[in-house]
């Protein structure tokens, strides 16, 4: 019989024969280890125990305690072992598909009956005492006709589907869990017992098109959790019950900020307390901008077909976009980005290298086509107002100009309260334009700049755009949660098509090169993660009602107007609520509202010229005097970059 080499993590290879099972060299190192094994990575690749390894490869055999692997077999597993229990429980289920998605899986059923929590919480049951058998995993591979057959027979048509979908040269692997099988491309567990029955939980039940299209069938999709051990499943769940409590869109309606219409999809209907906070958002960063050098300018927001042919978009991203068409046949394009518009802006005059770098900013209403089930409140629009700019360069500028975006995204971010933030390279893609001597120097430019600033990176190859690669800003929140806000992309594609140019020194017009550059990103979206980020109580400067002046009793309203009108003197929103309720009322509403300070006046603060005061979140109450609450408010409201 033939012989292969396999190659061990430490260096060390041994001969096996051809055909050997990964499970079969695990047991000829330990019987520890052979009942240990999860999976294995043969050459790169994720590998069943079960699965013959036919050539000469490295090897490195997966137990539980490999984090990676071991979370994905058990979302995997346990997608199957949810199906199993399902149709154990109602025979007639039809099966579909159960992929593995972030923290858990789906799978899509379908069922004359919904699912009810209730049975839920019956499956879940079923999927333990799955668990508990221990039952064997195993897997083979069948040809296209044998496995048509079976499906057809056991009255499974989405199978057959699947399978007339699946190129001709993949092989089809059949899964048993038990007694129970799944078409699936594995790798799974050896054993049902190896999923930690302690560890998962059922969330929630949606419906669901059949492969995504709204002529097909209506599915149920039911939703899980999984996790290595009970302590992390716990872990997250918390962070669920915490992240319903910091939900924008309930603290939205709380604090009166914002609101969705039908007949606006994914459009902000921003009421005053909202809109000011918008407001103060992009005052803020302008004030960063025009410090960094920056200048702002404004453009079209419907422009001609010929500019996004220009630009690749209408190519390369016209499924995003809204298009129009005139009465006299012209075809127009709502704009999905600035770039195109700061380019007429840079090339409306001739440049010299004396003015680069120039950078062009603009607070600019974008439009982008999101499917609607994609929309979620402020997170997730179809129009929304980007802080973007574009930094025009020469390439001997590049490398200083990357490195003082950087440094001006992070100084912001903290001005916000993210710390902990996280960078991610994305490179080329296979639908890209550029050749690749420009793709290696943005690409350089990039890594240097995040590696002379100490920053740790992870790199996502072949996610940039289709005109440069970029840097994404992920910041963590409060509760852990990451969101990606900032990018940073390196551009030498669209000046050349634009044919923008400038003049160097020797008098000759060379092209420069472009910077892409977003900091809060979609000032919508990052409105939406500041209220989840800060639970609605958002730092004093940054708040639209900083103060609510509150009569205890009548006599008292005098004095709330002469406290009202103090603290707006010293740069301070502040309101008065003179209204006839009592106190305890009024302070549980404008907690409920997310009111930073409430200050409250009775017979004994006009004498004394004082105020009651009381923060968010406090339970207590100190009587100060007027003049140095005025003194300490105004520190307060000032932003972070002017205080």
Same mark, same amino acid.
């Given at each position: 019989?033939?012989?292969?080499?396999l190659?061990?993590?430490?260096g060390?290879?041994?001969?096996?024969?051809?055909g050997?099972?990964?499970?079969?060299?695990?047991?000829?190192i330990s019987?520890?280890l052979?009942k240990?094994a999860i999976s294995?990575?043969i050459?790169?690749?994720?590998?069943?125990?079960?699965?013959?390894?036919?050539?000469?490869a490295s090897?490195?055999?997966?137990t539980?305690?490999?984090r990676e692997?071991a979370e994905?077999?058990?979302?995997h597993?346990?997608?199957h072992?949810?199906?199993?229990a399902v149709?154990?429980i109602?025979p007639d289920?039809?099966?579909?598909?159960?992929p593995?998605?972030?923290?858990g899986?789906?799978?899509d059923?379908?069922?004359a009956?919904?699912f009810?929590?209730?049975?839920?919480g019956?499956?879940?049951?079923k999927?333990?005492e799955i668990?508990n058998k221990?039952?064997p995993?195993h897997t083979?591979?069948w040809?296209r006709?044998?496995a048509?057959a079976?499906y057809?027979?056991?009255?499974?048509p989405y199978?057959?589907?699947?399978i007339e979908?699946?190129?001709g040269?993949?092989?089809?692997?059949?899964?048993?869990? $038990?007694?129970?099988?799944d078409?699936c491309?594995?790798?799974? +567990?050896?054993? %049902?017992?190896?999923?930690p029955?302690? /560890?998962f *939980?059922?969330m929630s039940v949606?419906?669901?098109y059949?492969r995504?299209?709204?002529d097909?069938a209506?599915?149920?999709?039911i939703y899980?959790?999984a996790?290595l051990n009970?302590?992390?499943?716990?872990k997250?769940?918390?962070?669920?019950e915490?992240?319903?409590?910091?939900?924008?869109?309930?603290?939205?309606?709380e604090m009166?900020l914002?609101?969705f219409e039908?007949v606006?999809?994914g459009?902000?209907?921003?009421?005053?307390?909202?809109?000011h906070i918008?407001?103060t958002?992009?005052?803020?960063?302008?004030?960063?901008?025009?410090?960094?050098g920056y200048i702002?300018?404004?453009t079209?927001?419907i422009?001609?077909r010929?500019?996004?042919e220009?630009? $690749?978009?209408w190519f390369n991203?016209m499924e995003n976009?809204? +298009?129009?068409q %005139?009465?006299d046949?012209?075809?127009? /394009?709502? *704009?999905?980005?600035?770039?195109p518009?700061h380019?007429m802006i840079?090339?409306?005059?001739?440049?010299?290298?004396r003015?680069?770098?120039?950078?062009i900013?603009?607070?600019g209403k974008?439009?982008r086509?999101?499917?609607?089930?994609?929309l979620?409140?402020?997170?997730r629009v179809?129009?929304?107002?980007q802080d973007?700019?574009h930094?025009?360069?020469?390439?001997?500028q590049?490398a200083?100009?990357?490195a003082?975006?950087?440094?001006?995204?992070?100084m912001i971010?903290?001005?916000f309260?993210f710390?902990?933030?996280h960078?991610k390279l994305?490179?080329r893609p296979?639908?890209r334009?550029?050749?690749?001597?420009?793709?290696?120097?943005s690409e350089?430019?990039?890594?240097t700049t995040?590696?002379?600033?100490?920053m740790s990176?992870?790199?996502f190859e072949?996610e940039?755009a289709?005109?440069?690669p970029?840097l994404?800003?992920?910041?963590r929140?409060?509760i852990?949660?990451?969101?990606?806000?900032g990018?940073?992309?390196?551009d030498y594609n669209?000046?050349e098509?634009?044919?923008?140019?400038?003049?160097?020194a020797?008098?000759?017009?060379?092209a420069?090169?472009?910077?892409?550059r977003?900091?809060?990103?979609?000032l919508?979206?990052?409105?939406?993660?500041?209220?989840?980020?800060?639970?609605?109580?958002l730092p004093f400067w940054?708040?639209?009602r900083?103060?609510?002046?509150?009569s205890i009793i009548?006599?008292a309203?005098?004095y709330?107007?002469?406290?009202?009108a103090?603290?707006?003197?010293?740069?301070?929103?502040?309101?008065?609520?003179?209204?006839n309720?009592?106190i305890?009322y009024?302070?549980?509403?404008?907690?409920l509202?997310?009111?930073p300070?409430i200050l409250a006046?009775g017979?004994?603060?006009?004498?004394?010229?004082t105020?009651s005061?009381?923060?968010?979140?406090?339970?207590?109450?100190s009587?100060?005097?007027?003049?140095?609450v005025?003194?300490?408010?105004?520190?307060?409201?000032?932003?972070?970059?002017?205080?």
């Amino acid at each position: 019989m033939a012989q292969i080499s396999l190659t061990f993590p430490d260096g060390n290879a041994r001969d096996f024969d051809a055909g050997v099972t990964p499970a079969e060299v695990a047991a000829g190192i330990s019987n520890s280890l052979a009942k240990k094994a999860i999976s294995a990575t043969i050459d790169g690749a994720h590998w069943d125990l079960q699965w013959p390894i036919e050539a000469d490869a490295s090897i490195a055999i997966h137990t539980m305690k490999d984090r990676e692997p071991a979370e994905e077999l058990v979302r995997h597993d346990l997608a199957h072992i949810m199906a199993r229990a399902v149709q154990e429980i109602w025979p007639d289920v039809k099966v579909t598909i159960g992929p593995v998605i972030k923290d858990g899986w789906y799978y899509d059923f379908d069922r004359a009956e919904p699912f009810t929590p209730e049975d839920l919480g019956l499956i879940e049951k079923k999927m333990k005492e799955i668990i508990n058998k221990r039952d064997p995993v195993h897997t083979e591979v069948w040809d296209r006709e044998r496995a048509i057959a079976h499906y057809e027979a056991s009255g499974e048509p989405y199978k057959v589907e699947l399978i007339e979908s699946i190129p001709g040269d993949e092989p089809l692997r059949m899964y048993w869990h $038990g007694d129970w099988q799944d078409l699936c491309r594995g790798p799974h +567990l050896q054993h %049902t017992g190896q999923v930690p029955a302690d /560890a998962f *939980k059922l969330m929630s039940v949606a419906g669901a098109y059949w492969r995504g299209d709204s002529d097909r069938a209506m599915l149920q999709r039911i939703y899980g959790v999984a996790f290595l051990n009970k302590e992390e499943l716990k872990k997250h769940l918390t962070m669920l019950e915490e992240a319903a409590k910091r939900d924008h869109r309930k603290l939205g309606r709380e604090m009166d900020l914002f609101h969705f219409e039908e007949v606006a999809p994914g459009s902000v209907f921003w009421h005053p307390s909202g809109w000011h906070i918008f407001q103060t958002l992009i005052a803020y960063m302008r004030r960063r901008q025009d410090e960094a050098g920056y200048i702002e300018v404004n453009t079209p927001d419907i422009m001609d077909r010929a500019l996004w042919e220009t630009s $690749g978009h209408w190519f390369n991203y016209m499924e995003n976009m809204f +298009l129009a068409q %005139t009465h006299d046949d012209r075809d127009y /394009a709502l *704009k999905p980005m600035n770039c195109p518009g700061h380019m007429m802006i840079y090339n409306h005059t001739l440049r010299s290298y004396r003015e680069l770098p120039i950078k062009i900013s603009e607070f600019g209403k974008v439009h982008r086509y999101e499917p609607s089930g994609a929309l979620h409140g402020l997170l997730r629009v179809r129009s929304f107002t980007q802080d973007d700019a574009h930094i025009y360069c020469t390439p001997e500028q590049l490398a200083e100009e990357c490195a003082k975006v950087n440094e001006l995204i992070l100084m912001i971010y903290r001005d916000f309260g993210f710390e902990d933030v996280h960078v991610k390279l994305s490179t080329r893609p296979e639908n890209r334009i550029g050749t690749d001597e420009h793709w290696d120097l943005s690409e350089g430019a990039l890594r240097t700049t995040l590696e002379e600033a100490g920053m740790s990176y992870t790199i996502f190859e072949g996610e940039g755009a289709f005109y440069g690669p970029k840097l994404e800003y992920v910041l963590r929140d409060a509760i852990g949660r990451d969101w990606q806000c900032g990018t940073l992309q390196v551009d030498y594609n669209l000046p050349e098509r634009f044919k923008s140019t400038y003049v160097d020194a020797s008098g000759e017009k060379q092209a420069p090169v472009m910077l892409h550059r977003a900091l809060f990103g979609s000032l919508e979206r990052f409105t939406g993660i500041l209220i989840e980020h800060w639970e609605g109580k958002l730092p004093f400067w940054l708040a639209p009602r900083q103060v609510v002046v509150a009569s205890i009793i009548s006599d008292a309203d005098d004095y709330v107007h002469e406290v009202v009108a103090a603290l707006r003197a010293a740069g301070i929103r502040a309101e008065a609520d003179i209204r006839n309720e009592k106190i305890n009322y009024k302070v549980r509403e404008h907690s409920l509202g997310k009111v930073p300070v409430i200050l409250a006046c009775g017979q004994r603060e006009v004498d004394e010229r004082t105020v009651s005061m009381r923060r968010l979140g406090e339970k207590q109450t100190s009587v100060q005097d007027l003049n140095t609450v005025l003194g300490d408010l105004s520190v307060e409201a000032k932003a972070p970059d002017v205080a």
